[in-house]
């Protein structure tokens, strides 16, 4: 049992990274599926706008801004909720 756990969890391991190295191979193509901070306070309009804006973004310090820029917001949202957001 050990084995099969050790062996599923090599699997999506080199299955994560052999996505890292398909989009490394191709810039234009760059779409890591991370989980969106805070998406369980989201819409799904709002997952897909957040997702549709981020594709769109050219720079890494502009994707940067606007990372922060939505975690300030979900902090807000979520103490608004009384729910407290962990890194």
Same mark, same amino acid.
Request: aromatic content about 8%; proline content about 2%.
């Given at each position: %049992?050990? %084995?099969?756990? !050790?062996? $599923? @969890? !090599? =699997?999506? +391991? *080199?299955?994560?990274?052999? #996505?890292?190295?398909?989009?490394?191979?191709?810039? @234009?193509?760059? #779409?890591?599926?991370?989980?969106?901070?805070?998406?369980?306070?989201? /819409?799904?309009?709002? &997952?897909? +706008?957040?997702? $549709?804006?981020? &594709?769109?973004?050219? /720079?890494?310090?502009?994707?940067?801004?606007? #990372?922060?820029?939505? &975690? /300030?917001? %979900?902090?807000?949202?979520?103490?608004? *909720?009384?729910? &407290? =957001?962990?890194?």
């Amino acid at each position: %049992m050990l %084995m099969a756990m !050790v062996g $599923t @969890s !090599v =699997l999506a +391991q *080199n299955t994560f990274q052999e #996505r890292i190295q398909d989009q490394a191979q191709d810039p @234009s193509q760059r #779409r890591i599926k991370a989980p969106i901070y805070g998406s369980y306070l989201m /819409t799904l309009v709002e &997952r897909n +706008q957040y997702r $549709t804006k981020f &594709r769109h973004i050219e /720079t890494d310090q502009e994707r940067e801004a606007f #990372r922060q820029q939505h &975690r /300030t917001q %979900m902090q807000v949202r979520a103490s608004a *909720n009384g729910d &407290r =957001l962990f890194d």
